[in-house]
Nanobody, 122 residues
Framework: QVQVVESGGDLVQAGGSLRLSCTAS????????MAWYRQVPGKQRDLVAT???????IYADLMESRFTASRDNAKNTIYLQMNSLKPEDTGHYYC????????????????WGQGTLVSVSA
């Protein structure tokens, strides 16, 4: 089996910075697309950014110029660097990954992490 785990969320004051991390682990053969999502109370889970296995980043509507998404394939990890945080950035941030796994990479799962909470106070 495979999984992803997010970390880095915290309670911070407006103007502060956070770096979120998401690492895939398990019997991994190859990690394909990974992505960051955000969910706030009463709303659906919305895409922030997709980071392809070649490192290309595709921004969605929620992506801010204050944020930078990146990927380290050697670590099976994606990051979301969040600077100049605002209260509007508050939400539960989830990681999604599409993973080929097993010794020969014949198995496939799309997995979600349990999320990490970012809370920005004014």
């Amino acid at each position: 089996q495979v999984q992803v785990v997010e970390s880095g969320g915290d309670l911070v004051q407006a103007g502060g910075s956070l770096r979120l991390s998401c690492t895939a682990s398990g019997n991994i053969f190859r990690v394909d697309d990974m992505a960051w999502y955000r969910q706030v109370p009463g709303k659906q889970r919305d895409l922030v950014a997709t980071i392809r296995s070649n490192g290309e980043t595709i921004y969605a509507d929620l992506m801010e110029s204050r944020f930078t998404a990146s990927r380290d394939n050697a670590k099976n990890t994606i990051y979301l660097q969040m600077n100049s945080l605002k209260p509007e950035d508050t939400g539960h941030y989830y990681c999604n990954a599409k993973i080929y796994w097993g010794t020969l990479g014949w198995k496939f799962d799309e997995v979600w992490g349990q999320g990490t909470l970012v809370s920005v106070s004014a």
